[in-house]
């Protein structure tokens, strides 16, 4: 405009705009032709209504809905309608595809499931609390009594039914939605729903329960495995210090089985067995005396591998109830390590020293191979104790490498199974290689690559002579440089003054205030239902939790702070949805909490004067204004 208007010599007073609306409407035209775009109208809307339907199913968010429509319709040259039409576009594709999943999913649920899942709703007598808020809890640190707990949960939730065939139609995503929509509900919001909704919700929340459960069992087994090899290695290095006097010990135990051995030659075998036991009881038994063999024979040599049993064997039911809770596949064709399970898993009552050499240990490391076979009377035998060891050492470390898969899981889960099948994939190659700009076909593909390698090789190898951050050493190998730091300049030095003393000072919640009144941030703080939040001043009270907790800060800290507190009474309705706390702000601080928070400052402490220098918030409506402190 200001070109046209210098071009026509039109003065600064002189508005632009169009006496009759069918100019305007001519010029719309025109503009759209010339850059071939085409009007939104009934057949624009249904692009965006297909892409939606077909975005619903991988996504969730609104937001991403309005995305996927708005590509779609660029792609294809059609005009941008307003937001607010896209938006209840969205709202009315989601209301009807959630509604048509809520009467599938209650449809094919029975009776007797709907009565279980109405059950946990109720208030139960003894505690007072429904069975709901057991779907709230978060698993605690990785002890041996808290993974029996943990384990005992599981068994909890499976005994509710596995809800997989009643949510088969419903895309992952669309699960994992529900079940955090309904987790952050209390039973008597769910009461409020329709029961169609409401059994859906808390279907998907007890399916997703029972994957997280798996997953949090499978995380705390991870670390018992490695805690016990971290207190392996701890009792090498504790029997290599105390080696001398083991070995005194067991050289005292060897003299005093020889001497008996060599009085007894005269006797029987049974009497001498008798007599030798009888000198092994003395030294702490048979047991101690082995440990203590296995000790100065680790500290020997760099191998904690022997010492695991005596930690491992607190845990070994733990670990076996887990193992049998689990179903544990191969992602791989080796399939060794899933057989070693299953036999040791079948010897759980067993308790004979050896067994029979029935296995393939080519799982096992060779230190652990060397444990688990030992020679007896010419036959070579598997050390039960070690063997279990050593299979469930290898099932941790498979686990985390993914080589092994836990059904029903989410993050140890056969990733294969996660991916979206050829068949769906196969008709949108085309498309996809078109819109990043690559060939279709394996051959074009190949000499492209390969053309655009050979010219990036062509280049290093010119730039090469004059590198010299790289350097190739007489071996062939390439070696980095370190790079000099640059001095600063006095100039950079001078403008950051400089800007320092022309730039005003700007409180951080103005600031915070400001970018959201720009660009509506406080909107991905809202309810996960999607819908518009219900408390008063929402924005008012998200801002100020940012800037609780942003400024490291925190609800006891602000709280402390502030004058006027008014919360007990709100505490229970408000924690089920991870509210911390409700501040009234009265408006002022008291002078003393000013003063306290006026010396911090001046000591230097992380709290911002802007606490105290401007609520600009509080000047948008009357006091007393509820701010909400989220977690």
Known sequence: MTHLRQTLDLAADVIPGYDHDRTLYRHHQL??????????????????????????????????????????????????????????????????????????????????????????????????????????????????????????????????????????????????????????????????????????????????????????????????????????????????AAQHTTTSQLVETLTDLVETAVEDQEQDDATVGKHLREVLAKRGGQEHVLQQCQEVAASLSDEYHPLMWQFYKSHRRAVFELARSLSIRSTTQDQSLVHALTLILSQENRRSLFLPETLDLSFAPEVWQHLVRVKRRKRTKLVRRQLEVCIFTAVADELKAGDLAVEGSEQFADYRAQLLPWETCEPQVADYCQEIGLPADAHTFVAQLRERLTDVAAQVDAAFPG?????????????????????????????????????????????????????????????????????????????????????????????????????????????????TMIIRFGGHLTRKKRNQLACANEKGSHLLPAVFIRLRMLQLAPPPLPIVLLV
């Open 31 to 240: 503009v759209r032709e010339y850059y071939q775009i085409i009007p939104y109208g009934k057949e624009a809307r249904r692009v965006a209504l297909r892409t939606i339907l077909r975005a619903i199913r991988t996504m969730d968010n609104p937001a991403d809905l309005i995305n996927a429509a708005i590509d779609e319709l660029i792609k294809q040259r059609y005009e941008l309608p307003a937001f607010s039409t896209l938006d209840r576009l969205v709202g009315r594709v989601r209301t009807l595809v959630y509604g048509h999943l809520f009467r599938g999913v209650n449809a094919r649920m029975t009776p007797e499931i709907q009565h279980t899942i109405e059950r946990l709703l109720g208030v139960q007598t003894p505690l007072h609390r429904s069975a709901f808020s057991q779907f709230k809890l978060v698993p605690q640190s990785p002890t041996l009594s808290h993974l029996k707990a943990w384990q005992d949960r599981l068994d909890w939730l499976m005994e509710l039914g596995s809800m997989e065939p009643l949510l088969k139609d419903i895309p992952p995503a669309i699960v994992k939605h529900f079940a955090a929509e309904a987790r952050a509900l209390d039973t008597s919001e769910l009461q409020d729903y329709t029961p169609a909704k409401r059994l859906t919700l808390v279907a998907c929340l007890i399916h997703q329960a029972q994957m997280s459960t798996r997953d949090d069992l499978i995380e705390m087994f991870l670390k018992r495995m490695a805690t016990i090899q971290v207190r392996a290695k701890e009792a090498l290095q504790y029997a290599r």
């Open 467 to 579: 590198n010299k951050s790289v350097e190739i050493t007489a071996k062939g190998e390439p070696v980095l440089k370190r790079i000099k730091a640059k001095a600063i300049p006095a100039s950079r030095i001078a403008l950051q003054e400089a800007l320092r003393q022309h730039l005003p000072d700007r409180s951080v919640l103005d600031i915070l205030w400001d970018t959201n009144e720009d660009v509506h941030w406080t909107r991905h703080f809202g309810p996960i239902s999607g819908s518009d939040p219900k408390l008063p001043y929402p924005a008012e009270r998200y801002v100020a939790t940012a800037f609780a907790y942003g400024s490291n800060m925190g609800a006891s800290l602000c709280l402390s702070m502030i004058s006027g507190t008014n919360f007990e009474s709100e505490w229970g309705q408000l924690f089920p949805r991870r509210l």
